[in-house]
C-alpha cells in the first residue's frame, strides 16, 4: 500500500489526476470502437506518465480532452447498450430503460460520510454509499440499499464532488465508492472525478463482478480496489447471489486489480462453507495474487434479509469457525490477513 499512502500524504498525485493530464486524440462523435482506440493509445501514455513520476510536483497540467474525460465519453456509451457487468443486459439507460440492477444514467444515493468501520488503512474513508446491485446475495446485510428498498437521492456529480472536496480537507484518506454496489454507476462516478479539485485516492469498494469494458475504464482512475471474494465455486454463488459465471469473473477482475492498482481482498466467512468456498478462495489467492496480497478475512457475518431460506445462513459463525478460518489462511501461506 505504499503508493497510496504516498497519495494520501500529498506526495503522488492520485491516479484520476494523472489521467487528467494525459491528452486524448478522439473525436466525441465518433464510433465507440474508435473511441476504444484512442483510450488504448492515451492509456500508454498515462503508464509512461505514471512510471516516470517521483513526486506530485513532476505531474503537468489538467488538459483538454484528457484521458478522463475520454474514459467518462466511453462509459456514457456503454449506459446506451449497458454492458457494465458481466450480467451485461444491453438495456439503453440512457433512455430510461432499466437492466438487473434497476439503475438508470444518474447517480443515486443513499448515504455518504466519514467512515471508521473500514479496513485501518482506509479510515477516515469519505463512503458513498448508492443504490442497486448487480447480486442477490440472500444475506445482504445492505439489502435496503441494494434491492432498492429505499429512494435514494439523485445528485449530480459535481455535487457530490464537492462533498468529496470538503471530506478530503476535513481529513478524509479517500473517497470509498460503495453500495450496493458501485460499478453500474461508473458513468456518473467518472463525472465526480472530473469535478473534483482535491488530490484524493479512490477506492473502488466492489462485488468484483465488473465486465472487462470497466475494468478497462477503471484503469487509471483507481487507486485502490477493494474487492470481494465471496464464493468458491460457482454453485455456491448461483445459489446464494443468483450470479453465473462467478469464478471465471470475480478471478480475471482480481488479477487485473492487481495489475493495474492495490488491491485489498475481502472475503466475508460464511457459516458452513468453510470448506466448498473458503478454502479454494484461500488458494487461489495465495497462488494467484501471492502471499503478501492484503486479505480481510471478516467475520461479521449476521443473518440477514433472506438468509432463512438456507438452513447453514440462518446463524452467526461459530467461534470454532472463526478459527478454523484463520487457520485456513495461514496453512496456505497468506502473510497478511486481516481479522
Request: negative net charge; charged residues 25%.
Amino acid at each position: 500500500m505504499g503508493r497510496y499512502f504516498r497519495v494520501v500524504d500529498g506526495g503522488l498525485p492520485a491516479k484520476y489526476v494523472i489521467a487528467t493530464t494525459v491528452r486524448a486524440d478522439f473525436d466525441p462523435r465518433a464510433e465507440l470502437r474508435d473511441l476504444w482506440g484512442a483510450h488504448a493509445e492515451a492509456v500508454e501514455e498515462f503508464n509512461d506518465v505514471e512510471r516516470s513520476l517521483r513526486s506530485i510536483d513532476d505531474l503537468g497540467s489538467p488538459v483538454e480532452h484528457s484521458l478522463l474525460e475520454l474514459k467518462s465519453r466511453i462509459a456514457g456509451r456503454i449506459l446506451e447498450r449497458c454492458v457494465l457487468c458481466e450480467r451485461r443486459c444491453g438495456v439503453n439507460r440512457m433512455a430510461g430503460e432499466r437492466g438487473f440492477c434497476k439503475a438508470g444514467a444518474d447517480l443515486v444515493v443513499s448515504s455518504m460520510f466519514d467512515h471508521y468501520g473500514e479496513e485501518p488503512e482506509l479510515v477516515p474513508s469519505f463512503t458513498v454509499f448508492t443504490m442497486g446491485c448487480s447480486f442477490r446475495c440472500l444475506h445482504c446485510q445492505n439489502y435496503t440499499v441494494s434491492q432498492w428498498l429505499e429512494d435514494g437521492e439523485t445528485l449530480a456529480p459535481e455535487t457530490v464532488g464537492a462533498k468529496v472536496d470538503e471530506a478530503r480537507r476535513r481529513g478524509a484518506r479517500n473517497l470509498n465508492c460503495v453500495g450496493g454496489n458501485p460499478d453500474q454507476y461508473l458513468w456518473p462516478w467518472l463525472k465526480v472525478l472530473l469535478a473534483l479539485k482535491e488530490n484524493m485516492p479512490i477506492v473502488w469498494n466492489s462485488n468484483a463482478y465488473y465486465s472487462e469494458e470497466e475494468a478497462t475504464l477503471l484503469h487509471g482512475a483507481v487507486d485502490v480496489y477493494l474487492l470481494d471474494f465471496k464464493y468458491g465455486n460457482d454453485d455456491c454463488a448461483k445459489e446464494i447471489s443468483g450470479v453465473d459465471r462467478y469464478m471465471e469473473t470475480v478471478t480475471r477482475n482480481h488479477r487485473r486489480a492487481k495489475d493495474s492498482a492495490e488491491l485489498i481482498v475481502r472475503v466475508l466467512v460464511l457459516p458452513g462453507h468453510l470448506e466448498c468456498c473458503l478454502d479454494n478462495i484461500l488458494s487461489w489467492v495465495r497462488k494467484n495474487l501471492g502471499p503478501s496480497v492484503r486479505v480481510n478475512l471478516m467475520w461479521q457475518y449476521r443473518p440477514e434479509w433472506k438468509a432463512y431460506n438456507r438452513r447453514e445462513l440462518s446463524r452467526s459463525l461459530t467461534h470454532s469457525e472463526m478459527l478454523r478460518s484463520l487457520q485456513m489462511a495461514r496453512a496456505v501461506g497468506l502473510d497478511n490477513v486481516l481479522t
